[in-house]
């Protein structure tokens, strides 16, 4: 429809476009949980780029860059041997102790990384909450990929130090099991990153006290010595042993190192860990999702 201005001259054509009101949405609302996971992973080239890139800034700035990967680890391999190993006769009793102890850091550090960044990345990312409209459960995401990443040549080390110190272990089908065990423990880290995702956003106190509570774990999971030998009630020794990341270490132990398979048990236990925590992470995460932008400020 055109219009004529008082001197004649033709005004702006005006066009009507009919609009459903019952279709639109508040900006920033909720999604649906289904169509929240449907969004994610229209992210996934952002989530990938994010944990590379970081990733890659967080090592470009050392001389020995990606080496160090590998050299935390083992150095902190190191030390808790003098201390454990050497110093409190931790080793006595245990088969092959120098891998044992290499599996339980190495395997360790991985998990401590993934949480503690899942955490972090809704509070050390402001700005970017702030300012765009994407689903905020791809950061913690991208947060334990780029852990997983950076576990990666770390865990290649540990295969050749379990290879190469005495007593040498060999390469047996039982080793292609450790697949799975390390995939269930991605999937526990990244429940309990996005849990305490939404936790750290809130408060941001609650990192001080996760700080201390991943030590608690580390000497809660046997990660240098046997309960065995500690722990003589029974009902204590099961709920250490119900321990899921001590799951992982033991599993991982028994297809590495002493050639056997975990018992289904085993499998059922950590497998509820790791899809519960998934679960509830993931539904606490995404139940809290409007309010992230709101309480990074």
Do not use: C
């Amino acid at each position: 429809m055109t219009e004529q201005t008082p001197s004649g001259a033709p005004a702006r054509e005006t066009i009507r476009v009919a609009v459903d009101i019952d279709s639109l949405v508040r900006v920033g609302t909720r999604p649906g949980l289904g169509a929240y996971i449907k969004s994610l992973w229209s992210y996934r080239n952002f989530i990938s780029y994010d944990a590379f890139s970081r990733l890659r800034s967080s090592i470009s700035s050392d001389r020995l860059g990606p080496l160090w990967l590998v050299l935390t680890p083992v150095l902190n391999g190191l030390t808790y041997f003098l201390i454990f190993g050497l110093l409190l006769q931790t080793s006595r009793g245990i088969e092959n102790f120098v891998g044992y102890l290499i599996i339980g850091v190495f395997a360790f550090q991985y998990t401590s990384k993934s949480v503690m960044g899942g955490a972090r990345s809704i509070a050390n990312n402001r700005k970017v909450v702030e300012a765009f409209t994407f689903p905020r459960a791809s950061l913690p995401l991208a947060a334990v990929i780029r852990e997983s990443f950076s576990f990666a040549p770390a865990l290649a080390a540990m295969i050749v130090l379990i290879l190469a110190f005495p007593p040498a272990e060999r390469i047996t089908w039982l080793w292609l099991l450790a697949v799975p065990i390390l995939f269930l423990q991605m999937l526990l880290n990244l429940g309990l990153g996005l849990l305490l995702a939404r936790l750290v956003a809130g408060t941001r106190d609650v990192l001080n006290v996760l700080t201390f509570a991943l030590r608690i774990w580390m000497y809660a999971s046997g990660v240098f010595y046997s309960f065995d030998r500690f722990v003589s009630h029974p009902t204590a020794l099961a709920v250490l042993e119900a321990n899921p990341l001590h799951q992982v270490l033991t599993m991982l132990r028994q297809v590495l190192l002493y050639g056997e398979a975990p018992a289904l048990g085993q499998w059922g236990v950590l497998g509820g860990w790791a899809v519960g925590a998934l679960v509830v992470g993931f539904v606490v995460f995404w139940s809290a999702e409007e309010t992230y932008s709101r309480e990074s400020k």
